[in-house]
């Protein structure tokens, strides 16, 4: 079985600071997808980030990125220069071969942009 | 490109009704899926497809049947609708099921509530 644990329900941030949100996960393979999703209060899912679980380098995706620490299994997003726009409940996700390959979600972490 | 679009946005039932939600992608892709998403949850899967006429149960498939009769279609059907049934519900698809082509993009969603 695989599980992704978000243990920030709720935070605040400063316009154009940097924000880390925490996710954790638990699985027995060795291949494996991480994921993050947005999801802003218009209710839609939009994808930001993926990492690999044999990748070297930690994915950038303009102001995301992932900290990847395998051996801590931990896949934390960093979101650089907060904007107003970023106010939004944010998923992490995996998949794996343990689950058949099907998507995990954890609970959420939402964050809340300060002008 | 439209991606994923779902139909009805928005529906009420009284319990014991029936209904269709109907999710199209026009990305070409071979995997589908129906989440739900509760208050303060993350996404729960209902049921995916792994391609035409092709179709399994994912962690919460009770009450919830589905089709794929077309590749680009996946229908998602509530026999007789509970209260418990009201929910947010999601669409995704994906390219593949593993690497990183696997990411799912999600539709609209559509909120559902049953009375």
């Known amino acids: 079985a695989q599980k992704i644990t978000q243990t920030q329900p709720g935070m605040f941030v400063q316009e154009k600071e940097a924000v880390t949100l925490d996710c954790t996960y638990d699985t027995s393979d060795q291949s494996y997808g991480l994921f993050w999703y947005k999801q802003p209060s218009s209710g839609e899912m939009i ?10 380098q930690n994915a950038t995706e303009g102001r995301y990125s992932l900290n990847f620490q395998k051996a801590r299994k931990s896949a934390n997003l960093v979101i650089s220069a907060s904007q107003l726009g970023d106010s939004a409940m944010y998923f992490c996700a995996m998949r794996g071969r343990a689950a058949g390959n099907k998507l995990t979600f954890g609970g959420g972490t939402r964050v809340l942009v300060k002008p | ?62 009450g919830y049947n589905v089709s794929r009769l077309k590749k680009q279609n996946f229908l998602l059907g509530l026999e007789s609708a509970a ?7 999601f669409c995704a698809s994906s390219l593949t099921r593993t690497g990183r082509t696997d990411t799912q993009y999600f539709g609209p969603g559509t909120r559902l509530t049953v009375l």
């Not at chain 1, 994808?47 to 070297?56: M, P, T, V």
């Not at chain 2, 071979?30 to 996404?43: A, F, H, S, T």
């Not at chain 2, 209260?83 to 519900?89: A, D, G, L, M």
């Open chain 1, 47 to 56: 994808f930001l980030i993926y990492q690999g679980s044999y990748d070297e």
């Open chain 2, 1 to 62: 490109n439209a991606g994923v679009t779902q139909t009805p946005k928005f529906r009420v039932l009284k319990t014991g009704q029936s209904m269709t939600l109907l999710c199209a992608q026009d990305m070409n892709h071979e995997y589908m899926y129906w989440y739900r998403q509760d208050p303060g949850m993350g996404l729960r899967l209902i049921h995916y497809s792994v391609g035409e006429g092709t179709t399994a149960k994912g962690e919460v498939p009770d």
């Open chain 2, 83 to 89: 209260p418990s049934q009201t929910s947010v519900y």
